[in-house]
């Protein structure tokens, strides 16, 4: 028992210490990232984001919004997660093809199941973000998440300024910027590299899996959007694990957030559809058949990940 315990403790302890690296690996290119973005668009742009108000950015702020897509790419994707996602692999002396997978052609089964899974968790997900929505804090804390709420509408204001688009070729650049991007870099950062560490510590698929989705979704700061990007990164783990390659997932992201841009691009336009406006709310026969579809394909391709394995073994 005792062995057990030190060894348990040993683990624990290997896993923090190469986290920590991470997390100081996570700080030290996202602060050169944005100290380089702030350069450019200081120059390009005359915006200065040291002594800048973003509760003031308008939709006429032309400027400042390609400044800001500018500060994001480099700064919060390139910087924070992708370089110290390619990084990380050679400092902890693992093979990065094997963590990331990105060698690895999925087949194209794995691909459908990943697209099929963009629109079949989309009630579910909806629900799940309509229950964090609906979360009280104790009546002691209220003060506390009157300051959360005021600071996730701004923050969600600002969004849709952000994504606003009045041409195509704006559209375009919206998608690459908001769904191409963070597809690529927290794709390779928090289920190439988290996950992966994660499994290889502790040899559990759903302890990674877990680990690396409350991970994902604390970091993109929103305490009442925390449910879904939780469920989100939970699908995005599995579907890693079970297709052995970063692209499904990947794919899985980027159609997700792509489909939100849409929705802001072709909702002004389409009123009478009731599923593009910000409060609609499924029924609650979508959100079960949506969680059931859900649990069946990520079965079946748990299943049939399992029968492939087997035949490679046959084979040999």
């Known amino acids: 028992m005792k062995l057990s315990n030190y060894l348990r403790e040993t683990l624990w302890l290997q896993y923090f210490s190469k986290i920590l690296i991470l997390i100081g690996m996570v700080l030290v290119f996202g602060g050169l990232g944005a100290f ?5 668009c200081l120059q390009v742009y005359g915006v200065d984001f040291t002594s800048f108000d973003f509760n003031s950015i308008k939709k006429e702020d032309a ?4 400044a800001l897509k ?13 370089i110290p996602g390619l990084l990380f692999p050679k400092v902890i002396n693992y093979d990065i093809n094997t963590m990331v997978m990105y060698s690895r052609k999925p087949a194209a089964y794995q691909i459908l199941t990943a697209l099929a899974l963009v629109f079949i968790t989309v009630p579910a997900i909806s629900w799940l973000y309509q229950i964090n929505q609906d979360m009280k804090f104790p009546e002691m804390w209220s003060d506390f998440e009157m300051r959360i709420r005021a600071m996730e509408n701004q923050a969600a204001a600002l969004t849709k300024v952000f994504v606003s688009a009045d041409t195509f070729p704006m559209l375009l650049l919206n998608i690459f910027v908001v ?8 794709e390779v950062f928090f289920r190439g590299i988290l996950l992966q560490y994660t499994r290889y510590i502790f040899d559990k698929e759903w302890v990674a899996i877990i680990i690396s989705s409350l991970v994902f979704s604390g970091f993109h700061g929103q305490f009442y ?5 939780l469920a989100l990164g939970i699908v995005l783990g599995f579907v890693f694990l079970k297709t052995a390659s970063i692209y499904p997932p990947l794919i899985l992201h980027f159609i997700n957030n792509a489909m939100a841009v849409l929705m802001v691009y072709w909702g002004p336009h389409l009123p009478t559809m009731a599923v593009f406006s910000e409060n609609y709310v499924f029924s609650w026969y979508w959100v079960i058949l949506s969680f059931a579809a859900s649990i069946a394909v990520c079965y079946w391709l748990q299943w049939y990940f399992k029968q492939s394995l087997y035949t490679q073994f046959k084979r040999k």
């Not at 380089?36 to 450019?40: F, V």
């Not at 769904?179 to 927290?186: D, F, G, Q, S």
């Not at 959007?225 to 990007?229: A, E, N, T």
């Open 225 to 229: 959007g925390f449910l879904p990007r």
């Open 179 to 186: 769904a191409l991007v963070p597809a690529i870099c927290e």
């Open 36 to 40: 380089l973005s702030n350069i450019i």
């Open 63 to 66: 400027n400042i919004i390609a």
């Open 70 to 82: 500018v500060f994001q790419t480099l700064g919060g994707g390139i910087g924070m997660f992708l």
